[in-house]
């Protein structure tokens, strides 16, 4: 499964200037958490403290298309592509 995981701006300075990253998983929190595995200093940025809530400054596209509808349980099937970013916080 080829999952690609784009990496916007400030996130990809948080994640030591690497901004994709191949991951896996079935649901988009599935490839989320594999994408903290490879890049845990980007955790805190993504997740509330509970960990299974995207803070509300994230931004998720899967195929140029909004992810929050469906949030962390959207499926992601082989060849997606997901992309995040971190908006300014007001």
Sequence with gaps: MSIKVFL???LS???KGKDMFEV??????????YLVNLAP????ALFYESGN???DNIKVLVN???????GLEK??????VIY????PQH
Aim: charged share 35%; with cysteine.
């Design 13 to 15: 300075n948080l994640a």
């Design 24 to 33: 896996k998983g079935k649901t988009l929190g599935e490839c989320l958490n």
């Design 84 to 87: 995040i970013a971190m908006l």
């Design 8 to 10: 916007v701006d400030r």
């Design 64 to 70: 140029k298309k909004h992810a929050e509808a469906e």
């Design 53 to 55: 809530e995207l803070q």
């Design 41 to 44: 200093s980007i955790k805190q």
């Design 75 to 80: 499926e992601i099937t082989d060849g997606d």
